[in-house]
């Protein structure tokens, strides 16, 4: 274990990866071991997604780019602190969505509205302005390459398609939510492709990554993967 020498050194902890491979549950577990904010970067683009959705901006699943940036200056994000769940819950204009965003409906459009260049723009400047301080842990698809390009420690997650795909089905219908394996299967190969190819910071490792595949691991498992990195990152040898 690292001691509290250690951690007084603050940094920027930048996690990417492919879609539901844990990389909110990894990020939020790391910031809480290291008492670093944790930020969910995924959330802002899902948040603005349903916004759009819920404001007539995209219809029978289109996305009307324009009509998305038109109502961008009205989406007012902020995150708060949740102590129930030890981490922050997302809210638009003042309401809590932390449970609306993650619908099969909003993953279906997402990747199309992240790949609106003002929508990034917006949402990269408000994470920057988050991490500012350091002492942050983020996940997101472009945090490492674009956000925080000088993150001292870069994670790129990964697992295997069918493993992603069966622990987000897991979750969603422990939640009651009626989808099929198929259909997340298809949204998370879907929303790889779009990720790793849109034009503006496309999903890829940045050079100076460390890769980590939990296929196989469980989350303890990673914990201990982490604390050998983190110790490499503060230039700690032991
Ligand atoms: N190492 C792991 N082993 C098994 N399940 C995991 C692991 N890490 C995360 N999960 C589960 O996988 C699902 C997706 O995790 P999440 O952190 O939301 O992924 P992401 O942020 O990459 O979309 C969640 O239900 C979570 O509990
Ligand atoms: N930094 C980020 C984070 C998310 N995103 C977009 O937002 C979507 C949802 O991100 P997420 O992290 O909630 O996705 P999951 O891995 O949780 O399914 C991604 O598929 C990307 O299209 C992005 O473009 N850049």
Sequence with gaps: MC????TNKKIVIAIDGFSSCGKSTFAKAIA?????????TGAMYRAVTLYALEHGAIRSGMVDEEAVVR??????????????????DIYVDGDR?????????????????SSICEVRAKLVAMQQQMGRRRGVVMDGRDIGTTV?????????????????ARRRYDELRAKGDEVSYEEILQNVLSRDKAD??????????ADDAVVLDNS????????????????????DGR
């Design 148 to 164: 925080f390009p000088d993150a001292e420690l870069k994670i790129f997650m990964t697992a295997r398609p069918s493993v992603r």
């Design 32 to 40: 809480r071991r290291l008492g670093y904010i944790f930020i969910d």
């Design 3 to 6: 001691t509290d020498r250690d």
């Design 216 to 235: 196989c691991m469980t989350v303890a498992e990673q914990m201990e993967w982490f604390e050998k990195e983190f110790r490499r990152a503060i230039g």
């Design 97 to 113: 969505v932390e449970g609306k965003i993650r619908t099969i409906e909003v993953s279906n459009c997402v990747s199309a509205v």
């Design 71 to 88: 109502l961008l200056p009205d989406i007012c994000i902020d995150f708060r602190f949740n102590p129930e769940r030890g981490a922050s």
């Design 196 to 205: 790793m190819t849109r034009a503006i910071s496309p999903l890829r490792k």
